[in-house]
């Protein structure tokens, strides 16, 4: 059997006939930049989230530079965000001219609010946590400490759509939240692209003008801008997709809860928190990363039967790039964790067939 990553092919397959009715409608209209298909996006997913607006914009990088600019976070500003994200978050950091500030994630994956809260400076602006692997942060206390030292959050979740904490969906903790729509993301689209949610109408009505060369809705320039539009096309082909999101992070979860029955028992893996270990989670499963000792070797072995898994982030936390000016270490956690950080594959083109061999292959590892 071979049971890859990820298929990037499934994402325009499994609705092949309707994609290609959307790519025609929206050529025969010409309708390929800031048209009505992408403000009804716009409109459904921020209904879809729980909040009140929704900006697409180019990739979720730009989103999270978008977002700091919008919130006044720029020259000399430290901003904390989890070492154990994409390097994006911390880029966009760096290119609003802040000094970003790598901190340590706990068990879950999460960003530890005890790490967060020992580097605050009287220099400290904001925090950036990273919703990652379809996970919410632990946001009460990293709302508390926010609140205690006069910060801000911009969640980075780009992996998060639809992850809840205590109720509460992305974007509706502080000054919003940003997503990707990259292809392998939970909601992908045929390309890059990526959005803002918020209830801060004054980020909002930022974000809108700075997306669009600094024009207002009447076409005014009223401020400097950069081009971060999300493409009409990709919208219409987002919005469809959006209409079943429910139904993919279902099926997200079944799968994860398949890997849970199965490894569980494995003293030498470390599984993420199953789908419904704790009311206070709910988890889209963007990705499933567990901790496995004897990784490089499991890997191998999985390979060999055919089976893709991949070290997240390259196996490169942020902290560890000393190119870049990090320091290299003093992470303990987010350290010892990459040693042993495996994601096994987790997408909606798996069979529940295909899920039990890389389980039955894992054990055999161990046995
Ligand atoms: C994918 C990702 C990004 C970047 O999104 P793009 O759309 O590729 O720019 C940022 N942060 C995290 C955690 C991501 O997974």
């Not at 997306?211 to 009223?222: A, K, Q, T």
């Not at 320091?327 to 529940?352: A, H, Q, V």
Request: aromatic fraction near 10%; glycine fraction near 8%; hydrophobic fraction near 40%.
């Amino acid at each position: 059997m071979n049971v890859p990553f990820f298929n990037y092919q499934h994402i325009f397959t499994a609705n092949q006939d309707k994609f290609i009715e959307i790519i025609k409608d929206i050529g025969s209209r010409g309708a390929f930049i800031l048209q009505k298909d992408l403000e009804e996006f716009e409109k459904n997913l921020a209904k879809y989230i729980g909040v009140d607006y929704a900006i697409g914009v180019a990739n979720g990088t730009d989103a999270i530079w978008l977002a700091l600019l919008a919130a006044g976070i720029g020259k000399e500003d430290e901003v904390i965000f989890a070492s154990h994200t994409y390097i994006a978050t911390a880029n966009a950091i760096k290119f609003v001219g802040a000094i970003p500030v790598p901190a340590d994630c706990r068990s879950d994956h999460m960003i530890d609010p005890e790490s967060v809260e020992s580097l605050i400076t009287n220099k400290t602006k904001a925090i950036v946590p990273t919703q990652l692997n379809g996970r919410c942060c632990e946001m009460d206390s990293l709302l508390e400490i926010a609140k205690k030292h006069d910060l801000i959050i911009i969640e980075d979740a780009a992996q998060g759509l639809g992850a809840e904490y205590k109720g509460s969906g992305i974007g509706t903790f502080d000054k919003g939240a940003t997503i990707s729509f990259y292809p392998a993301k939970n909601l992908g689209s045929f390309g890059d692209g990526g959005a803002f949610v918020t209830n801060d109408k004054k980020m909002y009505n930022k974000v809108k003008v700075l997306r669009d060369h600094g024009r207002n809705e009447e076409g005014i320039f009223v401020d400097w801008g950069f081009n971060s539009r999300l493409d009409n096309l990709q919208a219409a082909i987002l919005n469809f997709k959006l209409s079943y999101y429910d139904d993919e992070v279902k099926r997200r979860r079944e799968i994860a809860g398949i890997y849970q029955k199965e490894l569980d028992h494995l003293k030498e893996i470390h599984l993420p928190p199953g789908p419904d270990s704790d009311q206070n989670y709910f988890d889209v499963f963007q990705n499933y990363e567990i901790e496995a000792e004897r990784r490089d070797l499991l890997k191998k072995y999985l390979s060999e039967n055919g089976i893709g898994t991949i070290i997240q982030w390259n196996g490169q936390p942020v902290h560890s790039i000393v190119a870049l000016g990090f320091k290299g270490s003093g992470l303990p956690y987010t350290e010892e964790m990459y040693k042993k950080c495996l994601m096994l594959p987790m997408n909606t083109s798996l069979s529940n067939q295909e899920v039990k061999y890389v389980c039955n292959k894992i054990k055999n590892f161990y046995e």
